[in-house]
């Protein structure tokens, strides 16, 4: 198999040409139902997987091939992104078995062992896809390494591991099981899954910064005032999350994985090649510059939440976290964090950078916004209005967004005269939408990733290295938990009023749209 060495895209939309045999640890949770299978369906019916694949479920459950084909037949049409006919969905099927067995019970891999001794049957490569809980991925990458299922780098046949996160719980355990999978596996096997990098909106943001020469010479500390980083969610713990969520929290469930990928690719130097290893490694490097902003202690840069009771806007009421499924009634878990960091390098000393992310939120919103600095000399007012009342104001500074979802796009608002015998301006938005523009639907983040996989480009995945400087961010919140209070929120609303303090002394605050 050849990779694409240029890696960070060119690989997709070729068909994978190497058989494989895909093994889906976990095969019979919400991931498997909703994301994994009805992304490999939709490669399939875009002729993207290889000629020759198996798709096995591996499970507890008691199923069998016929009753799992059922299942995930069914899944394909609730979830697949494009329309699934059954004669298609019935062809894609027959490529899937199912394998019941035990992830801590080693006859489950002597049993997969004679199963796949045939490589005519089940394709010698394999992708082993881990949809388990942390506490068993060295149980079964170990029990695979042991039984011979995963073939070292540079033999005949790849095998490959993809790792869903949480990637350790603190930068101690991040890197105790960064050790343990490089016990049994090489780096290059490895592909920890960020399902944030395989967003088509997120991916444009080294394109839009790095093919484009007119932004790039203003994405710094002379021309930049602050950068903020958002993702709101409406939801609460749905779908009986609260067991899982109720032991990370806001922190380690969004900014140690997706909120910092997304401030490396809008802060990081340009790489000498779109490699995954010169993306990866400018990441680090500006994950390493990285740090809290803290004055005096860690509440100078942290803010945490958690929702209490409220209503929805149907009037009907909506439960507090406390009173949500699987969840702790003495809970201390934040639903909602803010924080303020620094980036010590030459481009953005000075420049303060917002995170913030919660649930029950006012809107589903994930957006980057750059905001520049106002204009040296004001030589204009501001005209601002809503409905018919306008106002005059100081300029408005120019602001870049990044919206990663949803009316996914980049704007960029700017002030103009407004039409009229006085000489005041407005702001207004220039804008690029997706939908605006190709009028189609977007893939998913998981087909664009696991078709990477299959192809071997670890562009899109995060390097273990990668994942310690994500953890040595936040880790001193986590040295310094205690101090931290935990402030109530009401739903609906955008999160904490106590998170505006991390503008103090700046003129501006949190975008909330
Ligand atoms: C997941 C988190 O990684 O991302 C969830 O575990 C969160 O808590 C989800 O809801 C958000 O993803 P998206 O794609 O809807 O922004």
Not at 18 to 33: C, E, N, R
Not at 437 to 448: H, I, V
Not at 463 to 486: C, G, I, N, T
Request: proline share 5%; with cysteine.
């Amino acid at each position: 198999m050849t990779v694409d060495k240029k890696g960070a895209g060119n690989a997709v939309e070729i068909r994978v040409k190497d058989p494989v045999t895909i093994v889906i640890f976990g095969a019979s949770g919400d991931l498997t139902h909703r994301k994994l299978i009805p992304a490999l369906y939709t490669a399939y019916t875009q002729n993207l997987l290889p000629e020759n694949f198996t798709i096995f479920g591996f499970a507890r459950r008691d199923y069998d091939d016929e009753i799992f084909r059922g299942i995930m037949a069914d899944a394909i049409k609730e979830f697949s992104r494009l329309p699934a006919a059954e004669e298609t969905v019935m062809r894609f099927v027959a490529h899937i078995r199912y394998h019941k067995g035990d992830i801590s019970n080693p006859n489950t891999y002597a049993e997969l062992t004679e199963k796949f001794k045939n490589g005519e049957v089940y394709p010698a490569n394999r992708l082993y896809y881990l949809s388990i809980i942390p506490s068993l991925f060295e149980t079964a990458v170990s029990s695979l390494k042991q039984s011979g299922l995963i073939a070292p780098p540079g033999s005949s046949h790849w095998t490959r591991v993809v790792i869903e996160k949480p990637f350790g719980k603190d930068l101690a355990s991040a890197k105790a099981l960064n050790a343990t999978l490089l016990r049994h596996l090489d780096e290059s096997q490895i592909y920890r899954i960020d399902h944030y990098l395989g967003k088509e909106t997120v991916q444009n943001i080294l394109s839009f910064r790095f093919a484009n020469a007119i932004f790039e010479p203003v994405f710094n500390r002379s021309y930049v005032d602050h950068i903020q980083i958002t993702a709101s969610e409406t939801v609460g713990m749905e779908s009986g999350r609260g067991g899982y969520y109720d032991e990370y929290g806001a922190i380690r469930d969004m900014v140690t994985n997706h909120l910092l990928e997304l401030l490396c690719l809008v802060t990081m130097e340009p790489p000498g090649d779109l490699s995954a290893e010169a993306i990866r490694n400018e990441k680090v490097k500006v994950l390493n510059a990285a740090k809290l902003d803290i004055h005096k202690d860690i509440s100078d840069a942290v803010v945490r939440g958690q929702y209490g009771r409220g209503v929805a806007p149907d009037g009907n009421p909506i439960k507090g976290y406390l009173e949500e499924d699987r969840i702790d009634p003495n809970s201390n878990t934040e639903t909602f964090t803010a924080m303020r960091l620094k980036i010590d390098n030459w481009r953005w000393a000075g420049v303060p950078i917002f995170l913030r992310t919660g649930k029950r939120m006012a809107k589903k919103a994930t957006e980057i916004s750059v905001q520049f600095k106002v204009p040296p000399l004001q030589l204009f007012q501001q005209v601002e209005c809503e409905e018919d009342v306008c106002d005059i104001t100081r300029i408005k500074p120019n602001t870049l967004i990044f919206r990663i979802q949803p009316d996914e796009g980049i704007f960029l608002k700017i002030s103009t005269k407004r039409p009229g015998m006085r000489f005041v301006v407005e702001d207004v938005k220039m804008d690029f939408s997706y939908s605006g523009t190709w009028k189609k639907s977007l893939p998913e983040a998981y087909e664009r990733l696991l078709l990477d996989t299959l192809h071997g480009d670890s562009t899109l995945f995060t390097r273990s290295d990668e994942v310690e400087a994500e953890w040595r961010v936040v880790q001193p919140m986590f040295d310094h938990f205690d101090e931290l209070k935990l402030f109530p929120y009401k739903p609906n609303e955008w999160g904490l009023v106590e998170a505006d303090r991390l503008f103090h002394k700046m003129e501006s605050s949190w975008r909330n749209q």
